[in-house]
């Protein structure tokens, strides 16, 4: 076997076969790697500032690591293969029709595209998991043209105890909701109700005025490049 490439990260018992997101100084990378002949993806730490991986690196990769764990049976997410360490972890590689939620999915498929995106966060729900991160495209992939599975859980919450599920959950679950009346209208507004398509018009007017994405951009920036190429 050829040793490996040193612009490569290396991880113990892995072989990296190339990186598909570098990282950035607030942000993890991204690989493709294999184990045991086994294809899966590998999110580290590597890139970050040590302050940020400490301050929320470390216990976001871990959020989303027992998160994987928790919902290892639903089959809306994919599997968690390995803690590798702190700052690492392995997921299963899931192989996509579409690699995610974008307009040159063909119109034909997106009806039973949606609906599964749908019917996907209500059964996460069901589960007492909310996932907050959903206006992100690449965090919804398409497997089959009826199918998708929800990555990156990194900001996820696990709201299943007694009380989180009675109170916090109707509420979080609403930002999820939002999220796929969002790709509802922007990719197939020919399905929404007018009511759908005003919920979004809303959303847009409060987001131009909403100050604190932009701030946090500007903080992240005190440490550095924090674009993730």
């Given at each position: 076997m050829s040793p490996p490439s040193p612009d490569l990260p290396s991880f113990d018992g892995?072989?990296?076969?190339?990186?598909?997101?570098?990282?950035?100084?607030?942000?993890?990378?991204?690989?493709?790697?294999?184990?045991?002949?086994?294809?899966?993806?590998?999110?580290?730490?590597?890139?970050?500032?040590?302050?940020?991986?400490?301050?929320?690196?470390?216990?976001?990769?871990?959020?989303?690591?027992?998160?994987?764990?928790?919902?290892?049976?639903?089959?809306?997410?994919?599997?968690?293969?390995?803690?590798?360490?702190?700052?690492?972890?392995?997921?299963?590689?899931?192989?996509?029709?579409?690699?995610?939620?974008?307009?040159?999915?063909?119109?034909?498929?997106?009806?039973?595209?949606?609906?599964?995106?749908e019917e996907t966060v209500a059964a996460l729900h069901a589960r007492g998991f909310v996932h907050l991160d959903l206006r992100q495209r690449k965090n919804v992939l398409v497997p089959t043209a009826d199918r998708v599975v929800l990555i990156d859980f990194e900001s996820s919450r696990d709201l299943s105890g007694p009380l989180s599920r009675r109170l916090l959950l109707p509420w979080l679950a609403r930002i999820d909701r939002a999220a796929v009346r969002k790709w509802k209208v922007k990719l197939a507004p020919e399905i929404c109700s007018p009511e759908e398509v005003e919920a979004v018009a809303r959303y847009g007017r409060w987001k131009r005025i909403w100050p604190w994405k932009r701030l946090g951009r500007v903080v992240r920036r005190w440490f550095g490049d924090d674009v993730a190429r």
């Open positions: 892995y072989v990296v076969r190339k990186v598909k997101r570098d990282g950035a100084v607030h942000k993890g990378r991204v690989s493709i790697a294999a184990k045991d002949g086994v294809v899966c993806v590998v999110k580290d730490l590597g890139p970050m500032r040590p302050l940020l991986r400490r301050l929320y690196g470390r216990r976001n990769l871990a959020r989303e690591a027992r998160a994987l764990e928790r919902l290892a049976d639903f089959p809306g997410t994919p599997r968690l293969i390995e803690r590798i360490s702190p700052d690492a972890i392995a997921v299963e590689h899931v192989r996509t029709l579409h690699k995610y939620l974008r307009d040159k999915i063909p119109r034909e498929q997106l009806p039973a595209i949606l609906r599964s995106f």
